[in-house]
Nanobody, 121 residues
Framework: QMQLVESGGGLVQAGGSLKLSCAASGDTFSLYAAGWFRQAPGKEREFVGVVSWSGGSGYYADSVKGRFTIYRDNPKNTVYLQMNSLQPEDTADYYC??????????????WGQGTQVTVSS
């Protein structure tokens, strides 16, 4: 059973940057695609982006395209979400997940506990 632990969340001003990390243990992380999702208060969890098992492919939600970047370091069993030009609407709990390549929640079998990101205006 894989465990995923996110870190790096916090409070940042609009226009700022944050880098989230997701450390995996307990299974062969490099066999899985890795995704990031977010959930704002009162809203459903939504797709942010995904990277393939090798890191060679990926895509993003339109709302974050050009501002967020996902990359992974398989020897370290870690995937990262670099977030730039943050806006208040990016405020949410951010979750990493491992599973099949895609953008649906159902693609992912393993989830972290989430880390909170708050962007002040």
């Amino acid at each position: 059973q894989m465990q995923l632990v996110e870190s790096g969340g916090g409070l940042v001003q609009a226009g700022g940057s944050l880098k989230l990390s997701c450390a995996a243990s307990g299974d062969t992380f490099s066999l899985y695609a890795a995704g990031w999702f977010r959930q704002a208060p009162g809203k459903e969890r939504e797709f942010v982006g995904v990277v393939s098992w090798s890191g060679g492919s990926g895509y993003y939600a339109d709302s974050v395209k050009g501002r967020f970047t996902i990359y992974r370091d398989n020897p370290k069993n870690t995937v990262y979400l670099q977030m730039n030009s943050l806006q208040p609407e990016d405020t949410a709990d951010y979750y990493c997940a491992a599973g099949a390549y895609g953008h649906s929640l159902e693609n992912f079998d393993h989830w972290g506990q989430g880390t909170q990101v708050t962007v002040s205006s």
